[in-house]
């Protein structure tokens, strides 16, 4: 069988229990190489690395070591189905050989990047909101920057995902200008970095003066609406929330 598993944002502590032991149980772990050092070494378990953008590949490697009645563990960050690798899983099973459909395959949810970086600041997803990936790898920039558009004028909260790489790295300062057409200045931006690890760094600033040098590839964004509230705290991030009703 396969289990697709969420190894949340980092820290250990952050891993759901069925994920665990849905670890422990695996003969096989197969996953991005990054995310697979995430996973503490077992004594009989074999670790099959790939790089990040071979997902359909990856997927349909976990599937042929499920067809030799090996107990597979697919692991994504956050939660495998927002950006990981179960959407590439169920597109290998849909596109692939019939067998594969017989396979037990359980996804393991896990706790996501944008659920641990607005945890960290307090509750700017409380209200309506929304998750765009800015890689164009799979969708055009014209359909992020509608996208963007949308939902700005929607006036949902925006969290962002893949803000930039070395491959392309004007994306995000893209973003910003789309979002700067719709939205005011004053508009509360938070960039998230390693949320949960060690090397954690959490920035919080206004859409008129957001920086995109402040991101990486391991930094989630969350861009808050005209209501957004913010609650100075001397010496601390601020906390930031969303009011839950239009009066608020």
Wanted: hydrophobic share 50%.
């Amino acid at each position: 069988m396969i289990h697709v598993i969420g190894l949340g944002p980092g820290a250990s502590d952050l891993l759901a229990p069925r994920a665990a032991s849905a670890l422990e149980a695996a003969t096989d772990l197969v996953g991005y190489g990054p995310y697979l050092e995430r996973v503490p070494p077992r004594t009989g378990q074999t670790r099959h690395a790939s790089d990040n953008r071979a997902e359909l590949a990856r997927a349909r490697h976990a599937l042929a070591l499920a067809q030799e009645e090996r107990r597979v563990a697919v692991v994504s960050g956050g939660d495998a189905g927002v950006f990981g690798m179960a959407s590439a899983l169920f597109e290998a099973i849909d596109h692939g050989p019939p067998e594969w459909r017989a396979l037990e395959v359980e996804v393991v949810p896990g706790i996501s990047a944008l659920l641990a970086a607005a945890a960290r600041v307090g509750a700017p997803l409380g209200h309506d909101f929304c998750v765009l990936s800015l890689s164009d790898n799979l969708k055009s920039w014209e359909t992020i920057a509608a996208r963007l558009t949308a939902a700005a004028t929607a006036g949902f909260a925006i969290a962002l995902y893949n803000p930039l790489s070395r491959a392309r790295p004007w994306q995000l300062g893209a973003a910003f200008d789309v979002l700067r057409v719709h939205l005011p200045g004053a508009t509360r931006v938070v960039f998230a970095t390693a949320v949960s690890r060690p090397d954690e760094r959490v920035t919080v600033t206004t859409l008129a003066a957001a920086d995109p040098a402040l991101a990486d590839m391991r930094t989630l964004v969350l861009v808050g609406t005209q209501a957004t509230r913010t609650i100075e705290r001397a010496g601390a991030v601020p906390w930031i929330y969303a009011p839950r009703g239009e009066s608020a």
